[in-house]
Structures are given as C-alpha cells and as structure tokens.
C-alpha cells in the first residue's frame, strides 16, 4: 500500500484549512521536534486535538502514535469530529489512533515504559486547571501535579523525551494591565513560567531540560534571530518549548 509522503502530509493540513502553509507549518514542526527521533518510536499526543501532531509523527515513521484527546472534559468542539475526518485521508495502515480520555485517566490504564515521545503542545496548564492556577500557593494543587508528571515519567521509557510548549505567565503586557495585542484571548492567570515546570518535571524524575523561546511561525528563521529570546518573548506572545529527558 501507498505510504503518505511528508510533502503530502502538508498539503493536506493545509487543504484542510489546519495551518495556514506548508512552509510555515514544516518550519515549525521542525522547531518542534529538533533533535527528536519519531521514527520506529512510540508516540503520545497529549491534548492533541484533530491530532495533526499525531499524523506527522506517524508519517514521519512512529510506531505508533496515540492522540490523547478528552473533547467531552473541556477541550475544543469539534476536535474528535476532525481527527476522523482527517483519518479518511490517510491509508488504514497508518499507526495513529484516538483515546477519549483525560491524561489522568489514561495513565491509570497505561503500562510503565509505554511511550518514546510524549508531547504536551498547549496542553500542560489544562491537565487540571484550578490546580494549575493554584500552582505555587496550594501544596494540594503542587502534589496534584507533581503526580500527573511521576505517572507520565513511569509510563516513559528509559531516555524518553518529553516536549512541552505553552505561553510564560510573565508578559510585558499583563505585567502593564493591557490586552496582548499579539494573543489577546490568552488568559494568563492559568499559566506558569518554564522555571515553575521544570522543577515540577525534575521532582518526578525528569532530567536535562532545555528552554527554547519560540517565534511566530510566519517570520521562520529570520524571526528566531530576531525574537527567539527571553526578552523579545516577553514583549511579545511569551511562548515557549521545554524539552526534557527521562
């Protein structure tokens, strides 16, 4: 049977109106997974959505890729819809599938050293919102998830990485009490620092983080001279990708 190329794994995210071009899009899954190996690997998509991260990995030669995706505790309408619809154009062999459930649910039925990659893209201050929030004030709130992480280290094989990405609760502009002009939905009240996951991720067991300061995709290589760095991050969106090993 035909295997889906890479070329066409982008045409068809964006003839699904999924990212806005190919070129901005491969820049960015490039950024995304520098330096980590997908092939003949074992793949969880935590919060995946229609599971384009998913797909990717897959195409790109996982063994198998897991998009995690509860829609019905909270995530996005429609998501689950669109992962099947996104399914139909790839050939049934393409090791990809969908679980329905919350990260805590899965762990509890996931066997230790399950997984190569996992990924948390937008996901990790939603695993538990209010303990999210709550994060460096509650020992309630830390324990909660200084467990999700202790679960996601025990189901990760020896020198598994985990890649997360989400915006730092430090920013120019809710530091000055205005609306970000560049992500003006972002609520920042529900995010934390990569500092703060970090040693979240270290007391579970994790080691040998990385932080990349992140760009928008549209300026591709350009803007990571520009803009990939601490400061300009702040003064714009504050978004950022830690990387760490089991």
Known sequence: MKQTSIDEFFDLVVKRKMYSSKANLQFYLDILFKNVTLAE??????????????YYAAVKGAKRAVCLEPENAG??????????ELRKDF??????????YTL???LRQTETETYDVVIMHNSVNHLDEEAGIHLLHSDTSYKTYLSIFENVFRIMKKEGVLIVTDCSCVNFFKDIGMKNIFTPTIEWHKHQKPGTWI?????????NPTVKWLSPNRLRKPGTYIMGNYL?????RSYFKVTISK
């Open 232 to 236: 300009m991050s702040y003064l714009t």
């Open 75 to 84: 995530s996005t309408n429609g998501m689950i819809k669109g992962f099947y």
């Open 41 to 54: 690997r074992e793949v969880l998509d935590v919060g995946g959505g229609s599971g384009l991260l998913s």
């Open 199 to 207: 040693a979240l991720f270290k007391a579970a067991g994790f080691s």
């Open 91 to 100: 050939p049934a062999s393409l090791p990809v599938e969908l679980a329905t």
């Open 104 to 106: 805590q649910e899965y």
